[in-house]
Structures are given as C-alpha cells and as structure tokens.
C-alpha cells in the first residue's frame, strides 16, 4: 500500500530558527511530490512541487530536496517568522494517474 | 479575481438527514473533487470528477454522492449523516494535465458535525 509518513508529528520553535520536515513516501511508480502549507481553518496552498529529475526547489524562505532514491524528501524553513505556524503537508503522485497520497502533516508553531 | 468557495463553512447536523455541502470555483477548471480531513489521517479523497456529467469514487466514497451539472459547481451530498462523517471537508479544483505538474487549489473547509 502506497503510504506517505511525516516527522516530526509537532514541532515548536522561536523566531528566527530554522527547522527542517521530513517525509517518507513508498508510492511507486513515482511522478512528483509536492509540499502544502494548510494555514488553521483554511485550504493547504501549494510551496513546492518536484519532479524525479529535480533533487532541490525553492520558494523565498521554504527549500525542499528529494532523495528519489531513498524515497525521502526535506522541507528546511530558514529563518522563521510566526506566519510559518501552520500544518506542512506532504503529498506523492504516482506515476501514469492521478492518485495523490497524502501524509498527515507536520503542525509547526512558531514562537516569540 | 478568479477562486474557490465553499458553503457553509460550518453545519451541524442530526443523525440520517440529508446534507449538501456546496463548492462553486470560477477557474472555469474541468477537475474538482472532493477529501475529508480527520486528525490522524491524510486527505482522503470521496468523489471526482473530470468534467460535466462525469462523477467517480474516491477511496471514502461510501454513505456520500456528487453530481456534476456545470463546470463551475460539485456539490457533496450526505444521504443519510452518521456521526463517522464528522469531518472537515474540503473541495479543490484543478486546471487540465499538462506533464502532471498542475496543482489543486484547495477551498476553504466546511466543517461538519454528525450529532
């Protein structure tokens, strides 16, 4: 069965740190992943996407990497603000469909 | 500016009534579809559909339907609520495939509780 795991499950930290997200994923046949921020009482908005061919992807302070081999994929958030407090929810295509795999999320708080 | 609605954002209901849950997008988008949100679980899809008159289960589908009659509106019916489909609902609409990169735009969330 196709699963998409996150760690940590919760994460709080002050202002100013950079903190990192993983993801686990063993949908195959791999398309893309895509990382989500889901604001509270609001829809997941998309960061990032990558494909197997990209290993790194950028959106101003958010980086995400994917290790296709292993099946990993990073979030590093640099220099966080209190507008980064928000769930981050990975999600794997699978390749040849559409059928999207979602993980639970990583529900960051960023504190002063 | 072009978006995603959905109504109500918060309903609460009685055991075996009928509920609709209503998303209205004006991307003019052939795709939408349907996910329940439950803390310890990922989205999890209920319905799609492809485009007007076209409708397909999800992996939750079971005790909800969907009709599609226009582009713009997927509404959700509950035919019989249970208190299992207490949930946060969300519905999201996405542009057609070009090289599987395009993204769902995800609406705001209509929480429901079953009573």
């Known amino acids: 069965k196709n699963q998409v795991e996150q760690s940590p499950q919760s994460l709080i930290i002050l202002e100013g740190k950079n903190c990192t997200l993983q993801?686990?994923?063993?949908?195959?046949?791999?398309?893309?992943l895509r990382w989500y921020k889901q604001d509270t009482g609001r829809g997941p908005v998309s960061l990032t996407i990558?494909?197997?061919?990209?290993n790194t992807k950028s959106n101003g302070r958010y980086t995400a990497t994917l290790d296709a081999d292993t099946k990993q994929s990073s979030l590093h958030i640099t220099a966080s603000q209190l507008s980064d407090s928000a769930s981050y929810i990975c999600?794997?295509?699978?390749?040849?469909?559409?059928?999207?795999?979602f993980g639970t999320g990583t529900q960051l708080k960023v504190e002063l | 500016d072009a978006e995603i609605t959905q109504s109500p954002r918060h309903k609460i209901t009685e055991t075996g009534r009928q509920v609709t849950l209503a998303c209205h997008q004006t991307?003019?988008?052939?795709?939408m579809f349907w996910y329940r949100q439950d803390l310890g679980h990922g989205l999890r899809l209920i319905h799609y559909?492809?485009?007007?008159?076209?409708?397909n289960k999800g992996e939750v589908s079971d005790g909800y339907s969907v009709s599609r009659s226009n582009t713009e509106d997927l509404p959700l019916t509950l035919e019989s609520a249970a208190s299992s489909q207490t949930s946060v609902y969300f519905c999201?609409?996405?542009?057609?495939?070009?090289?599987?990169?395009?993204?769902?735009?995800f609406g705001p969330g209509t929480r429901l509780l079953v009573l």
């Open positions: 999201a609409s996405r542009p057609p495939n070009r090289g599987n990169r395009e993204t769902q735009y």
């Open positions: 991307w003019n988008h052939n795709n």
């Open positions: 990558m494909t197997f061919s990209e």
């Open positions: 993801c686990n994923y063993t949908v195959s046949p791999f398309s893309n």
């Open positions: 559909s492809y485009g007007v008159q076209d409708t």
């Open positions: 999600v794997v295509r699978e390749g040849g469909g559409n059928k999207l795999t």
